[in-house]
């Protein structure tokens, strides 16, 4: 069974960067397609970025995009975000999440994910 431990996340002020790890223990990394999403207090949990499992297609949520970049080192099981050009809004609690898949697809939609990290908080201040 895949668990998923994100880390990475703290406190920085507008325009830092900031790069988020998700390790993944268990057999089977290569197969997942993997995500980011985040959950600001009272909003729903949004899209950051996704990446197929040879991490050739990836993309983006349109508030992130050009900002963010997403990769995956299938032989460390690790997946990570790296954040640069940090804004107010990009402040949440990131989720890395995972699914299984036969195919070479990525996915935008919770529902697809099968598998889900604890989170880490990221806070960027103005």
């Known amino acids: 069974q895949v668990q998923l431990v994100e880390s990475g996340g703290g406190l920085v002020q507008a325009g830092a960067s900031l790069r988020l790890s998700c390790a993944a223990s268990g057999r089977g990394f290569s197969m997942l397609s993997m995500g980011w999403f985040r959950q600001a207090p009272g909003l729903e949990r949004e899209f950051v970025a996704a990446?197929?499992?040879?991490?050739?297609?990836?993309a983006y949520g349109t508030s992130v995009k050009g900002r963010f970049t997403i990769s995956r080192d299938n032989a460390k099981n690790t997946l990570f975000l790296q954040m640069d050009s940090l804004k107010p809004e990009d402040t949440a609690v990131y989720y890395c999440?995972?699914?299984?898949?036969?195919?070479?697809?990525?996915?935008?939609?919770?529902?697809?994910?099968?598998?889900w990290g604890q989170g880490t908080q990221v806070t960027v201040s103005s």
């Open positions: 999440a995972a699914a299984w898949t036969s195919s070479g697809s990525y996915y935008n939609s919770l529902s697809r994910y099968d598998i």
């Open positions: 990446i197929s499992r040879s991490g050739t297609s990836l």
